[in-house]
């Protein structure tokens, strides 16, 4: 069954520091999103991606994030100057788009830790 | 605006005891709602998700939920816990179209007993 992935599974860093989290998505499956969840908090939305642009984005979502396709497949999430309150699991989600009951698939996360 | 409310932020049972684990929703149009599960260090995986075709769905591992629109209310349940089952299960909410995000609850963790 074809899965999403997502590289670094864990990432430690300073406070102030850019960090990029990466995902593979599922081969044709055109919509991309990303989540997080802050320990013990519920999975918030944070950005939704189709056709090389940002389709919605949560108010989460500040100047300080982006994201983009730089070669067409990976799809990266990049917080410019990590603060303490970003350590959270940041979740790459998937999803054909197609149909009123397509699912979205998730990769595994990745455990951002800001110090 | 819509949104997911699950009710108990921890279940216990014992093995082969009944599973249910609460979800209420609050949507303005039909809602499409979804019930995911989250094992130890791993992704969220689709349990099931309502169609629409039937209030009573059938997802994987043997779990299923009802969706009551009078009840607000799309609970999921399993006849017979198994020591795998141990996770931690979320339902949500799709907002928007095909490709709106998706609303989810704060979580239950189902611990189950031997």
């Known amino acids: 069954e074809p899965e999403v992935t997502q590289t670094p599974s864990h990432q430690v860093t300073q406070m102030g520091q850019e960090v990029i989290l990466r995902c593979v998505p599922i081969s044709n499956h055109l919509y991309f999103y990303w989540y997080r969840q802050i320990l013990g908090q519920k999975v918030e939305f944070l950005v939704s991606f189709y056709n090389n642009e940002i389709s919605e984005k949560s108010e989460i979502f500040d100047d300080q994030f982006s994201v983009e396709r730089p070669d067409g497949s990976n799809f990266t999430l990049k917080i410019r100057s990590t603060k303490l309150e970003d350590s959270a699991m940041y979740f790459c989600?998937?999803?054909?788009?197609?149909?009123?009951?397509?699912?979205?698939?998730f990769g595994p996360g990745t455990r951002l830790t800001v110090l | 605006a819509q949104s997911v409310t699950q009710l108990g932020s921890h279940v216990s049972v014992s093995e082969g005891a009944l599973v249910l684990l609460r979800c209420n929703y609050s949507?303005?149009?039909?809602?499409?709602l979804f019930w995911y599960v989250q094992y130890p260090n791993q992704g969220l995986q689709l349990l099931l998700k309502?169609?629409?075709?039937?209030?009573l769905v059938k997802g994987i591992n043997g779990f299923e939920a009802e969706f009551k629109k009078s009840e607000t209310s799309f609970h999921l349940t399993k006849p017979s816990a198994h020591m795998s089952d141990a996770a931690e299960y979320f339902c949500a909410v799709r907002r928007g179209g095909s490709q709106g995000n998706l609303i989810f609850g704060k979580g239950t963790k189902l611990s189950v007993k031997p």
């Open positions: 309502y169609t629409s075709a039937a209030t």
């Open positions: 949507s303005s149009v039909p809602p499409y």
């Open positions: 989600a998937n999803g054909e788009g197609q149909g009123r009951y397509n699912e979205q698939f």
